[in-house]
């Protein structure tokens, strides 16, 4: 009895719930209302192909898949360029006195995307790179094919902002070689003096790589290294593009995982669960702490902390006490560092039991944390 007694309003509310959607969708629809599409943001700045100082205010930044969508570039050579999310992506320029560069495609994933910058040719330089290339071009100048270039680039400069990525200086990596699925022939290596070398058989400090004549298709382009790894990149081919996936994407060297360790300890008390410790060791230099707390009514409010050494008693940094945490509440350290993949630890507390860590990652250059870098 009391089992049929707990069921059969729980099947009424579930009913009424559906009955309830399925009439406000079916009103939606007949209204002819439609959801806006989830965005996400693609930022960077467009310049000039050796010149990094040229900066391309007034370009037009547009989609190949999304035709309408544009931005006008800023007099500070910055763009901010609203996409759909969950899409494919492959962003173009379009500039004076400049040949029309295409970008990797993105596939966009729940975040903004930083630094996709545009490296850009002026004419005279794309038409010195056609001859040296040996390049067929049509009467307007692009190719009667396909170009795909990039660079192999240093993980130095992947989470640098314009200003610290044209300070660097040469970002290449020397000693990579690319390959390409579906397979293309062998490619075209940059030397040191950025020229075109066909005796190179490997990335020179340059790092520039380039394929010429590619026939019309979606390519997976992989890098290789004795050493390093790097990201692979999709580059979609029409006839006429030239596709330049340019640092610090495209081929961009992988950052190893972060080397900071993080413990903590806990005893129940009741309903709550008391932070007793909470330390960082191993920290990278310049390391960035980011502690918080998600939840109704958390005891703690977010903190930052730069630590000055390699160590941080996270616990005493936050004011020393032994703050108690509810059922269902999230205490979150998230530690970065130049050139590393960020480390993210979550202790979710639960009824009965101290929490447990959850160690997610964060890849460097992007946003969000995950399983797997």
Known sequence: MLSVRRERPLRLAVAATLLVAGMAAFAGAALGTKTAPAMVHLRGTAYEFNSVHTLLAGA?????????????????????LSVPDQARVTPYIQAAGHHTIYLQTFTTAGEDLANVNFQTPSTPIYTALVKLLGTSVDTHGNPVRCAIVSTFNTRNVRDLNYAG?????AHGVAGATATSTPALPKPTYFNANVIPDPTQTASSKDGGVVWTGVP???????????????????????????????????????????????????????????????SARSLPAHAVVRVRCRGARC??????????????????ALGGSAPGFRVGQTLEVAISAHAFNGTVLRWTVVTGRRPVASTLCVPLGETLARAHC
């Not at 990525?165 to 200086?169: D, E, L, S, T, W």
């Not at 979606?218 to 640092?247: D, K, L």
């Open 216 to 278: 019309t298709g979606v390519y997976t382009i992989t890098g290789h290294h004795p050493v390093s790894r790097f990201a692979s990149f999709v580059a979609t081919c029409r006839p006429g593009r030239v596709v330049n996936a340019n640092p610090p994407w495209g081929l961009h060297e992988l950052a190893p995982p972060n080397p900071a360790r993080v413990a903590a300890t806990w005893s129940v008390h009741g309903s709550l669960d008391i932070l007793r410790s909470l």
């Open 60 to 80: 037009t930044i547009r989609v190949a898949e999304f035709p309408k969508l544009r931005a006008t570039v800023r007099a500070d050579g910055t763009y901010d």
């Open 165 to 169: 990525f044209i300070a660097y200086g």
């Open 299 to 316: 005891p703690l409010t977010a903190r930052t902390f730069t630590p000055a050494t390699t160590t941080l008693n996270v616990l005493r």
